[in-house]
């Protein structure tokens, strides 16, 4: 599989789409800036004849976009430059003719989810496109943003009177939902997403439908109303996002609706929505973002 994409999660932050050949892989998270790695044996091994067998690994080699092609070139001078640039040049031939077909399809079909004592997918953790890498605990919390990033805000809890900076930090909202999916998800298991939806867990002979996993990574039917609307605030903060991922299109109408009010991140990931429904709604978004930054 040369092109595919791989969801960026916990956070969810987007699709990457990646193109590899035999010596080199590209990934982009926007569709127009790619970083290139090429993979070479490591330095410490290169001028040996004998001894331990050759260790190759990844490199950064640069970065390469249709508009400026190849810039930012980096490389340890131990490396062998030639092999490297003729790698990167095949590399930049496969981007160029795999460019025409994004968005890719996504291959991490083996998903890592925190579960309901149900063992009903809640929220989800980790993926990954390779079976023998889909077991163990990548990570047992479930995260909403980074710790960094401080910009999710709910209007519902606001409305509420609970603010968004408290004694505990200045993101309380994201941190409330973390807690909600904490206290909800006990369980944490890896499942076999298959063609038609539905997903075999790997630890045991069970198969939830299609309808059992959160279309956009965390459930949305909750018990209380104040939590149910948490959620909403959530998904509808990361719009831009979730327009990366393919959904029915009464959803994908609502979300172009409210990625209008995050313009930056609409200008940066349009290129990669599968389906733009509403125009209108992500060009004035784009302008918009062309005026914050003049």
Same mark, same amino acid.
């Given at each position: 599989?040369?092109?595919?994409?791989?969801?960026?999660?916990?956070?969810y932050?987007?699709?990457?789409?990646?193109?590899?050949?035999?010596?080199?892989?590209?990934?982009?998270?926007?569709?127009?800036?790619?970083?290139?790695?090429?993979?070479?044996?490591?330095?410490?091994?290169?001028?040996?004849?004998?001894?331990?067998?050759?260790?190759?690994?990844?490199?950064?080699?640069?970065?390469?976009?249709?508009?400026?092609?190849?810039?930012?070139?980096?490389?340890?001078?131990?490396?062998?430059?030639?092999?490297?640039?003729?790698?990167?040049?095949?590399?930049?031939e496969?981007?160029?003719e795999?460019?025409?077909?994004?968005?890719?399809?996504?291959?991490?079909?083996?998903?890592?989810?925190?579960?309901?004592?149900?063992?009903?997918?809640? +929220?989800?953790?980790?993926?990954?496109?390779?079976?023998?890498?889909?077991?163990?605990?990548?990570?047992?919390?479930?995260?909403?943003?980074?710790?960094?990033?401080?910009?999710?805000?709910?209007? +519902?809890?606001? +409305?509420?009177?609970?603010?968004?900076?408290?004694?505990?930090?200045?993101?309380?909202?994201?941190?409330?939902?973390?807690?909600?999916?904490?206290?909800?998800?006990?369980?944490?298991?890896?499942?076999?997403?298959?063609?038609?939806?539905s997903?075999?867990?790997?630890?045991?002979?069970?198969?939830?439908? +299609?309808?059992?996993?959160?279309?956009?990574?965390?459930?949305?039917?909750?018990?209380?109303?104040?939590?149910?609307?948490?959620v909403?605030?959530?998904?509808?903060?990361?719009?831009?996002?979730?327009?990366?991922?393919?959904?029915?299109?009464?959803?994908?109408?609502?979300?172009?609706?409210?990625?209008?009010?995050?313009?930056?991140?609409v200008?940066?990931?349009?290129?990669?929505?599968?389906?733009?429904?509403?125009?209108?709604?992500?060009?004035q978004?784009?302008?918009?973002?062309r005026?914050?930054?003049?």
């Amino acid at each position: 599989m040369p092109a595919y994409a791989l969801r960026q999660l916990n956070p969810y932050a987007g699709v990457l789409q990646v193109v590899e050949t035999d010596r080199g892989r590209a990934f982009s998270s926007n569709g127009r800036v790619w970083r290139l790695q090429i993979l070479a044996e490591r330095p410490d091994h290169t001028w040996r004849s004998g001894g331990p067998r050759v260790q190759r690994q990844f490199f950064n080699w640069a970065l390469w976009s249709q508009q400026e092609g190849l810039h930012k070139v980096s490389a340890n001078p131990l490396l062998d430059i030639g092999a490297m640039q003729r790698a990167g040049e095949a590399l930049v031939e496969a981007l160029r003719e795999h460019l025409a077909e994004l968005p890719f399809a996504l291959a991490d079909r083996f998903e890592y989810w925190a579960c309901d004592y149900h063992g009903r997918p809640v +929220a989800l953790i980790a993926s990954t496109r390779h079976a023998e890498l889909a077991n163990g605990t990548p990570d047992t919390a479930w995260h909403a943003s980074r710790l960094a990033d401080h910009s999710f805000e709910s209007p +519902a809890l606001s +409305a509420a009177g609970i603010p968004n900076h408290n004694d505990y930090g200045p993101r309380a909202h994201a941190s409330r939902l973390e807690s909600e999916v904490r206290h909800r998800a006990q369980s944490r298991f890896w499942f076999e997403r298959l063609p038609d939806g539905s997903g075999r867990r790997l630890d045991r002979d069970q198969r939830l439908a +299609a309808a059992e996993f959160p279309r956009f990574g965390i459930a949305t039917e909750w018990e209380q109303p104040l939590s149910r609307h948490l959620v909403r605030d959530y998904l509808d903060w990361l719009s831009p996002q979730l327009l990366l991922l393919t959904m029915p299109e009464a959803q994908r109408r609502h979300l172009e609706q409210q990625a209008r009010a995050h313009a930056e991140r609409v200008a940066e990931l349009f290129r990669l929505y599968p389906v733009i429904l509403q125009p209108e709604l992500i060009e004035q978004a784009r302008v918009e973002a062309r005026l914050r930054r003049a």
